[in-house]
Protein backbone atom coordinates (compact mmCIF):
# COMPACT_ATOMS: atom_id res chain seq x y z
CA UNK A 1 0.00 0.00 0.00
CA UNK A 2 0.84 3.34 -0.80
CA UNK A 3 3.02 5.39 2.30
CA UNK A 4 3.46 8.71 3.53
CA UNK A 5 2.91 11.47 0.78
CA UNK A 6 4.00 14.99 1.06
CA UNK A 7 3.75 17.51 -1.40
CA UNK A 8 5.33 19.63 -2.31
CA UNK A 9 9.01 18.19 -2.07
CA UNK A 10 10.72 21.72 -2.78
CA UNK A 11 9.60 25.12 -1.72
CA UNK A 12 11.49 28.56 -1.96
CA UNK A 13 9.41 31.67 -0.50
CA UNK A 14 10.40 34.64 0.35
CA UNK A 15 10.33 36.36 3.85
CA UNK A 16 7.08 37.33 5.17
CA UNK A 17 4.99 34.97 2.62
CA UNK A 18 3.04 32.39 3.67
CA UNK A 19 3.30 28.63 3.01
CA UNK A 20 0.93 25.58 3.41
CA UNK A 21 2.09 21.87 2.98
CA UNK A 22 0.26 18.91 2.44
CA UNK A 23 0.03 15.49 4.01
CA UNK A 24 -1.22 12.37 2.79
CA UNK A 25 -1.33 9.89 5.70
CA UNK A 26 -1.36 6.03 4.80
CA UNK A 27 -4.42 4.61 4.34
CA UNK A 28 -6.38 3.78 7.26
CA UNK A 29 -4.25 5.93 9.89
CA UNK A 30 -6.12 8.71 11.12
CA UNK A 31 -2.81 10.08 13.68
CA UNK A 32 -0.49 12.90 11.80
CA UNK A 33 1.87 14.18 13.10
CA UNK A 34 4.27 17.21 12.27
CA UNK A 35 7.94 17.81 12.81
CA UNK A 36 10.63 20.45 11.61
CA UNK A 37 14.33 19.29 11.36
CA UNK A 38 17.15 22.30 11.41
CA UNK A 39 20.93 21.56 11.41
CA UNK A 40 20.69 23.49 14.52
CA UNK A 41 17.80 21.94 16.77
CA UNK A 42 17.32 18.83 14.90
CA UNK A 43 13.79 16.80 14.93
CA UNK A 44 11.00 18.96 16.50
CA UNK A 45 7.63 18.07 16.92
CA UNK A 46 5.05 20.50 16.12
CA UNK A 47 1.91 19.43 16.31
CA UNK A 48 -0.42 16.37 16.01
CA UNK A 49 -3.55 15.45 14.64
CA UNK A 50 -6.38 12.72 15.14
CA UNK A 51 -9.75 12.92 14.05
CA UNK A 52 -9.11 16.28 13.01
CA UNK A 53 -8.96 17.67 16.55
CA UNK A 54 -5.22 18.87 17.95
CA UNK A 55 -4.27 16.70 20.56
CA UNK A 56 -0.84 17.61 20.76
CA UNK A 57 1.29 20.84 19.91
CA UNK A 58 5.22 21.77 20.16
CA UNK A 59 7.01 24.41 21.44
CA UNK A 60 6.13 26.97 17.97
CA UNK A 61 4.92 30.24 17.49
CA UNK A 62 1.30 30.46 16.61
CA UNK A 63 2.56 31.43 13.18
CA UNK A 64 2.82 27.46 12.84
CA UNK A 65 -0.59 26.19 12.72
CA UNK A 66 -2.40 23.38 11.24
CA UNK A 67 -5.09 21.27 10.47
CA UNK A 68 -6.87 17.97 9.47
CA UNK A 69 -9.79 17.01 7.14
CA UNK A 70 -12.43 14.11 7.60
CA UNK A 71 -10.25 11.99 5.13
CA UNK A 72 -7.24 12.11 7.54
CA UNK A 73 -5.48 14.12 5.29
CA UNK A 74 -3.50 17.30 7.06
CA UNK A 75 -2.35 20.16 5.87
CA UNK A 76 0.46 22.79 7.64
CA UNK A 77 0.71 26.51 7.50
CA UNK A 78 3.18 28.91 8.64
CA UNK A 79 3.14 32.46 8.10
CA UNK A 80 5.34 35.46 7.85
CA UNK A 81 7.73 33.58 6.97
CA UNK A 82 11.24 33.93 8.68
CA UNK A 83 14.67 32.74 7.45
CA UNK A 84 15.41 30.47 10.41
CA UNK A 85 12.30 28.76 9.03
CA UNK A 86 14.02 27.37 6.09
CA UNK A 87 14.43 23.68 7.00
CA UNK A 88 12.86 19.87 6.46
CA UNK A 89 9.32 19.08 6.98
CA UNK A 90 8.33 15.70 8.23
CA UNK A 91 5.11 14.44 8.35
CA UNK A 92 4.38 11.18 10.08
CA UNK A 93 1.74 8.81 10.52
CA UNK A 94 0.16 6.22 12.78
CA UNK A 95 -2.86 3.88 12.80
CA UNK A 96 -4.43 5.82 15.94
CA UNK A 97 -2.05 7.13 18.05
CA UNK A 98 -3.40 5.11 21.26
CA UNK A 99 -0.74 3.14 23.30
CA UNK A 100 -0.62 -0.04 21.30
CA UNK A 101 -0.95 1.71 18.01
CA UNK A 102 1.82 4.01 18.08
CA UNK A 103 4.35 2.87 15.05
CA UNK A 104 5.11 6.12 12.89
CA UNK A 105 5.62 5.96 9.45
CA UNK A 106 7.35 8.66 8.17
CA UNK A 107 6.70 11.11 4.06
CA UNK A 108 9.94 11.62 2.64
CA UNK A 109 9.32 15.40 3.69
CA UNK A 110 8.92 19.25 2.16
CA UNK A 111 12.26 20.97 1.93
CA UNK A 112 11.48 24.68 2.52
CA UNK A 113 13.74 27.15 1.62
CA UNK A 114 12.95 30.80 2.86
CA UNK A 115 15.00 34.03 1.06
CA UNK B 1 9.68 16.59 27.54
CA UNK B 2 11.61 13.19 27.43
CA UNK B 3 15.60 13.68 26.97
CA UNK B 4 17.40 11.10 24.32
CA UNK B 5 20.83 10.95 24.33
CA UNK B 6 22.54 8.92 21.44
CA UNK B 7 26.06 8.10 21.25
CA UNK B 8 28.70 7.84 19.50
CA UNK B 9 27.61 11.18 16.97
CA UNK B 10 29.69 10.22 14.89
CA UNK B 11 31.34 6.81 13.56
CA UNK B 12 33.32 6.18 10.52
CA UNK B 13 33.83 2.02 9.48
CA UNK B 14 35.53 -0.61 7.23
CA UNK B 15 32.89 -1.90 5.25
CA UNK B 16 32.26 -5.38 6.87
CA UNK B 17 32.77 -4.42 10.36
CA UNK B 18 30.71 -4.69 13.02
CA UNK B 19 28.66 -1.39 15.06
CA UNK B 20 26.82 -0.65 18.14
CA UNK B 21 24.53 2.57 18.51
CA UNK B 22 23.37 3.30 21.84
CA UNK B 23 20.12 5.73 22.71
CA UNK B 24 19.62 6.70 26.70
CA UNK B 25 16.27 8.32 27.54
CA UNK B 26 15.24 10.16 30.61
CA UNK B 27 11.74 8.60 31.39
CA UNK B 28 10.15 5.62 31.15
CA UNK B 29 8.60 5.28 27.20
CA UNK B 30 5.46 3.63 25.68
CA UNK B 31 7.48 3.58 22.02
CA UNK B 32 11.11 3.39 20.87
CA UNK B 33 11.98 3.43 16.95
CA UNK B 34 15.04 3.45 15.46
CA UNK B 35 15.24 5.29 12.08
CA UNK B 36 17.47 5.40 8.67
CA UNK B 37 17.71 9.05 7.29
CA UNK B 38 18.28 8.78 3.60
CA UNK B 39 19.90 10.95 1.47
CA UNK B 40 16.92 12.34 0.53
CA UNK B 41 15.75 13.16 4.33
CA UNK B 42 13.32 10.27 4.45
CA UNK B 43 13.50 8.24 7.99
CA UNK B 44 13.34 4.73 6.73
CA UNK B 45 11.73 2.78 9.79
CA UNK B 46 14.05 -0.11 11.03
CA UNK B 47 12.85 -1.48 14.51
CA UNK B 48 9.68 -0.40 16.62
CA UNK B 49 11.10 -1.63 19.92
CA UNK B 50 9.75 -0.20 23.19
CA UNK B 51 11.19 -3.43 24.91
CA UNK B 52 12.73 -6.83 24.08
CA UNK B 53 14.93 -7.51 21.47
CA UNK B 54 13.98 -7.69 17.30
CA UNK B 55 16.49 -8.74 13.97
CA UNK B 56 16.28 -7.76 10.87
CA UNK B 57 18.70 -9.36 8.28
CA UNK B 58 22.16 -7.61 9.63
CA UNK B 59 20.64 -5.47 11.77
CA UNK B 60 19.15 -6.15 15.27
CA UNK B 61 18.00 -4.01 18.21
CA UNK B 62 17.03 -4.49 21.64
CA UNK B 63 15.67 -2.19 24.27
CA UNK B 64 15.67 -2.09 27.97
CA UNK B 65 13.31 -0.46 29.42
CA UNK B 66 13.99 -0.71 32.74
CA UNK B 67 17.60 0.65 32.56
CA UNK B 68 16.08 3.29 29.56
CA UNK B 69 18.58 2.77 27.08
CA UNK B 70 18.08 1.08 23.64
CA UNK B 71 20.93 -0.74 21.43
CA UNK B 72 21.14 -1.00 17.30
CA UNK B 73 23.79 -3.41 16.31
CA UNK B 74 25.08 -3.17 12.71
CA UNK B 75 26.98 -6.17 11.23
CA UNK B 76 28.93 -6.71 8.63
CA UNK B 77 28.09 -2.80 7.72
CA UNK B 78 28.11 -2.11 4.01
CA UNK B 79 28.57 1.49 2.40
CA UNK B 80 24.86 1.67 1.72
CA UNK B 81 24.57 1.73 5.43
CA UNK B 82 26.12 5.18 5.51
CA UNK B 83 24.02 8.05 6.94
CA UNK B 84 22.38 9.18 9.98
CA UNK B 85 20.44 6.74 12.56
CA UNK B 86 17.87 8.41 14.90
CA UNK B 87 16.37 7.02 17.44
CA UNK B 88 13.09 8.61 18.92
CA UNK B 89 10.68 8.18 21.80
CA UNK B 90 7.40 8.72 22.96
CA UNK B 91 5.43 8.75 26.40
CA UNK B 92 2.90 7.97 27.96
CA UNK B 93 0.50 10.55 26.47
CA UNK B 94 -1.98 8.92 24.07
CA UNK B 95 -0.78 11.19 21.22
CA UNK B 96 1.66 10.90 18.49
CA UNK B 97 5.07 12.90 20.14
CA UNK B 98 8.24 11.45 19.35
CA UNK B 99 11.43 13.05 20.93
CA UNK B 100 14.28 12.52 18.67
CA UNK B 101 17.94 11.98 19.91
CA UNK B 102 20.96 14.40 18.06
CA UNK B 103 21.41 11.17 15.77
CA UNK B 104 24.47 8.68 14.86
CA UNK B 105 26.25 10.01 12.04
CA UNK B 106 27.91 6.25 10.40
CA UNK B 107 30.23 6.18 7.92
CA UNK B 108 31.21 2.59 5.71
CA UNK B 109 34.31 3.04 3.76
CA UNK B 110 34.99 0.70 1.14
Known amino acids: KAGVTQTPRYLIKTRGQQVTLSCSPISGHRSVSWYQQTPGQGLQFLFEYFSETQRNKGNFPGRFSGRQFSNSRSEMNVSTLELGDSALYLC??????????????FGQGTRLTVV | GIQVEQSPPDLILQEGANSTLRCNFS?????LQWFHQNPWGQLINLFYIPSGTKQNGRLSATTVATERYSLLYISSSQTTDSGVYFC????????????FGTGTRLTVIP
Open chain 2, 27 to 31: DSVNN
Open chain 1, 92 to 105: ASSLDGTAMNTEAF
Open chain 2, 88 to 99: AVEGWTGANNLF
